[in-house]
Structure formats: structure tokens, C-alpha cells
């Protein structure tokens, strides 16, 4: 089965940047929304942002990442990138991504990458 495979984290300082970026095989993240998902320790799974399929011209952000964080998605590649700038430490988690029907992850998670924002 189609599993995401997630690169680009990495440790940051406060106020850095990273650029995430989630591909899979075949056309699922051409046809489907996808969203970015992070986890934190001892903390529950929460949606970051979400982007719709095919043309991306939907997007949606939580509250804590609005204006700092953005998502992308490059069909002819079947990846989709995540822009993470003016990074703070409550940030740290482990990024995953996810095809979404609504806000229903629909694929087997992937590894993720872990992003680390400290001094």
C-alpha cells in the first residue's frame, strides 16, 4: 500500500525556517487533499495545514501556524511541501503528511521527520 515518505526536518534555531516536503507513489496526492500533521510529545496528532486536490487552491492553517507556515503541492512530482518560517520552539514535533477525504487521513502513516527548533 501507498505509504507517505516525509524529508527536510532537522534542528532549527527560534526564528529559522525549514522546508518539509511529503511524496508518494502513483497519483494519490494528485486526486486527493492532502494535510500536514505534527505530534509532540505526550501530545495528540493535530492538523497543521491542508491543501486541496488537484489545484491547491484551497488551503486551510491552524490558528498557531497561520502566517508563518505554508503549503504546496507539486502534482507532477506527487509531492507536497510544507514552508515553515519564523519557527519557535513549541514547533518541535514530528511532521507527518497524509491523503485526507475531509479531514479522515486515508493512507498508513509514514515515518515522518522530526523538526527540532531550539538555541
Known amino acids: 500500500q501507498v505509504q507517505p515518505v516525509e524529508s527536510g526536518g532537522g534542528l532549527v534555531q527560534p526564528g529559522g525556517s525549514l522546508r518539509l516536503s511529503c511524496a508518494a507513489s502513483g497519483s494519490i496526492f494528485s486526486i486527493r487533499a492532502v494535510g500536514w500533521y505534527r505530534q509532540a510529545p505526550g501530545k495528540q496528532r493535530e492538523l497543521v495545514a491542508r491543501?486541496?486536490?488537484?489545484?491547491?487552491?484551497?488551503?486551510i492553517y491552524a490558528e498557531s501556524v497561520k502566517g508563518r507556515f505554508t503549503i504546496s503541492r507539486d502534482n507532477a512530482k506527487n509531492t507536497v511541501y510544507l514552508q515553515m518560517n519564523s519557527l519557535k520552539p513549541e514547533d518541535t514535533a514530528v511532521y507527518s503528511c497524509?491523503?485526507?477525504?475531509?479531514?479522515?487521513?486515508?493512507?498508513?502513516w509514514g515515518q515522518g521527520t522530526q523538526v527540532t527548533v531550539s538555541s
Open positions: 497524509n491523503a485526507v477525504i475531509g479531514s479522515v487521513p486515508v493512507l498508513p
Open positions: 491543501i486541496s486536490a488537484p489545484d491547491g487552491y484551497s488551503t
